[in-house]
């Protein structure tokens, strides 16, 4: 009896270490991913990458930074850079004929001011500073139809910027200069040929007085 209790206890024994050896060896056989450890908290699946803020005009105007965590509906033209001048002119009076024959026009996907309609410019600048003072300046960007609503929306953006730029270059204060951009959504010129095109490829600007004054 006591010979077969010790047997047993030897081939138990003996099975124990063969299953200890056996779980040792297993655990030798892992491959660790290089730069990685098992286990870590890299291991973790990374969160969607947020696309961001959807692209439109910051608040506060064109040309001011952008809060973070600000969204803006590009899509809609009151707010875009009017709020970017000294005041609201939102109820000052339109005048669009003074300087209709000083629309501004562009080459196609450009928003440089060329050199051909620099003269605009001077004669727009000459005029307010003469006759003008303590009015305000509008200027509209505007596209033709190529190219996407949101892409020509930034591009009239930029065209009235330009604009803009140069009027302060010859001593108006840009302050009294807003600007917004209507993309494609307003064109001067309805036709789908590269005659109407360059028509509405254009800076606008229209005079703007204080409510109450002529």
Not at 59 to 78: L, R
Not at 129 to 140: D, P, T
């Amino acid at each position: 009896m006591k010979h077969a209790k010790l047997a047993y206890l030897i081939t138990l024994g003996a099975s124990l270490s063969l299953t200890f050896a056996g779980c040792k060896k297993g655990l030798d056989k892992t491959t660790e991913i290089p730069g990685r450890k098992y286990g870590s908290i890299s291991d973790t699946p990374a969160k969607p990458i947020d696309s961001g803020t959807p692209i439109g005009t910051p608040p506060g105007g064109i040309g001011q930074p952008q809060p973070a965590g600000t969204t803006v509906d590009a899509s809609k033209p009151e707010t875009q850079g009017i709020a970017a001048a000294k005041g609201d002119f939102s109820n000052w009076i339109e005048n669009r004929g003074e300087f209709a024959a000083q629309t501004v026009y562009f080459d196609f996907d450009k928003s440089i001011v060329k050199a051909s309609e620099v003269g605009k410019l001077e004669e727009v600048a000459r005029r307010m500073k003469a006759n003008f003072q303590g009015k305000a300046l509008r200027i509209e960007g505007h596209c033709d139809e190529r190219g996407t609503e949101e892409y020509n929306r930034a591009l009239g953006d930029r065209r009235a910027l330009s604009v803009r730029e140069k009027l302060a270059q010859l001593g108006l204060d840009p302050e009294m200069l807003p600007t917004i951009s209507f993309g494609e959504d307003r064109p001067a010129d309805i036709g789908h040929e590269e005659a109407a095109f360059k028509k509405n490829r254009r800076g606008e600007l229209i005079l703007l007085s204080p409510p109450g004054t002529n």
